[in-house]
């Protein structure tokens, strides 16, 4: 149905991990390099879903995955504020350069809010963008405001959809991994819409 990696489905490691399993998953997705590969989107719309279907009560799953998602966020832009000054006084080779650093810095600085919202809903993007915001220096209360708000709209939006779509569509279970695609792919438009817009502060 939902397989990921093992042949495990989300059903299954949901129903398994529970609630602090779904928080542990979000908030490494959210701000932890080796995170980059948890599947966030179909997580909390499958999650959703089950909730829909009482296995798991969904107030106490979109809080729960919210905190995950804010606290994993804070933890990435700690990092990147940490490692930021390690590797701006570090010498420039063929793969690292510190050119790049400030196009980071420079770029969170003038487009920052919007990418820490919609990084939010970009696999693998959403991992690294609190990384570099950190890195890049951004204001931490803008950090902050955005990465709940951003936080908010993902947790809560693909949950209850999640719960929505598994109350008024019959046997919806039977179709939830192309439902999740649909939703993955629809998720990656505002990013890449946003990438478009500012390709000229991608240009280096």
């Known amino acids: 149905m939902t397989e990921i990696f093992g042949g495990i489905d989300l059903v299954t490691l949901i129903k398994t991990v529970g609630y602090l399993g779904v928080f542990g998953i ?17 997580l909390l719309f499958t999650a959703g879903f089950l909730a829909s279907q009482n296995f798991i009560n969904i107030w106490a799953l979109a809080f729960i995955a919210f905190g995950g998602a804010v606290l994993g966020d804070n933890f ?43 990084a939010r809903f970009v ?23 955005y990465n709940l708000f951003g936080g908010f709209i993902w947790t809560f939006g693909l949950s209850f959809l999640g719960y929505f779509l598994g109350s008024v569509v019959p046997n919806i279970d039977n179709y939830l991994l192309p439902v999740i695609l649909a939703v993955i792919i629809i998720s990656f438009i505002p990013g890449v819409w946003h990438i478009i817009k500012n390709r000229n502060d991608f240009k280096q």
């Not at 979000?26 to 179909?42: K, Q, T, Y």
């Open 76 to 118: 990435g832009y700690a990092f990147g504020r940490r490692i930021g000054p390690a590797l701006f006084s570090r010498e420039d080779s063929r793969i690292f350069k510190k050119k790049y650093l400030h196009y980071a810095q420079s770029y969170y600085e003038k487009n920052g809010p919007p990418t820490i919202v919609l």
């Open 26 to 42: 979000i908030f490494a997705e959210s701000g932890l390099f080796v995170g980059f590969f948890l599947p966030g989107d179909s």
């Open 123 to 145: 696999p693998i993007v959403r991992t690294f963008a609190p990384i570099l915001a950190g890195v890049g220096r951004m204001h931490y209360r803008t950090f902050v405001f």
